[in-house]
């Protein structure tokens, strides 16, 4: 009943940027805590960052230095992920995802998932 459709992603050089979209339609997207997860070639899915209800953020080890911001627009009903300085290590399908209620890392907590968006970092 819940939709998530991400856009944004691509093939960019090193140090590049790209910002990743999350359209969330079928409910009320104010009422949902979102997260950002992504998925390297061989490895299992791993967590990015999330925003709670209320605008709180959280980031993984990999991404809470700067590089990448989380953030939610409640009126277009759209997740954002701003990626700079990418890395070759960041390559991936990067997955918007939601749950009802409170922020959390934990993929399995999450009942929403998108298709994903494939990004890659190559020069």
């Known amino acids: 009943q819940v939709q998530l459709v991400e856009s944004g992603g691509g093939l960019v050089q090193p140090g590049g940027s790209l910002r990743l979209s999350c359209v969330v339609s079928?409910?009320?997207?104010?009422?949902?805590?979102m997260g950002w997860f992504r998925q390297a070639p061989g490895k299992e899915r791993e967590f990015v960052a999330s925003?709670?209800?209320?605008?709180?953020?959280?980031y993984s080890a990999d991404s809470v230095k700067g590089r990448f911001t989380i953030s939610r627009a409640n009126i277009k009903s759209t997740l954002y992920l701003q990626m700079n300085s990418l890395k070759p290590e960041d390559t991936a399908v990067y997955y918007c995802a939601g749950r009802l209620g409170y922020m959390t890392m934990k993929i399995a907590e999450y009942d929403n998932w998108g298709q994903g968006t494939q990004v890659t970092v190559s020069s």
């Open positions: 079928g409910r009320t997207f104010s009422s949902y805590a």
């Open positions: 925003i709670s209800r209320s605008g709180d953020v959280t």
